[in-house]
Nanobody, 116 residues
Framework: QVQLVESGGGMVQPGGSLKLSCTTSGFIFSDYHMSWARQAPGEEPEWVSGIKPDGSTTYYADAVKGRFAISRDNAKNTLYLQMNSLKPEDTGLYLC?????????RGRGTQVTVSS
């Protein structure tokens, strides 16, 4: 069955960095567009970034453009999100998404908290 398992979250001070990982199984990872989304308490998930199956093209929400970098290793069936210059408003549950939008299958998430 499809599994999406996020890791790498934690608490960090403003201006800090984190790198998230999503290990996957149960499908042909290299065939699928993948995304990251995030969800603040009491709110709907928000799309953050996406990447084409071969990694050739990446997409970012305006709020994270220039600070976050999405990447993938198709040999390891793993998706990454490098997050730099983190801000308090980046706080949320970060979700790995099998597809181009939050409407697709999501993992359980990893919590990121940005606070001083």
């Amino acid at each position: 069955q499809v599994q999406l398992v996020e890791s790498g979250g934690g608490m960090v001070q403003p201006g800090g960095s984190l790198k998230l990982s999503c290990t996957t199984s149960g499908f042909i990872f290299s065939d699928y567009h993948m995304s990251w989304a995030r969800q603040a308490p009491g709110e709907e998930p928000e799309w953050v970034s996406g990447i084409k199956p071969d990694g050739s093209t990446t997409y970012y929400a305006d709020a994270v453009k220039g600070r976050f970098a999405i990447s993938r290793d198709n040999a390891k069936n793993t998706l990454y999100l490098q997050m730099n210059s983190l801000k308090p408003e980046d706080t949320g549950l970060y979700l790995c998404v099998l597809g181009p939008s939050v409407a697709f299958r999501r993992g359980r998430g990893t919590q990121v908290t940005v606070s001083s």
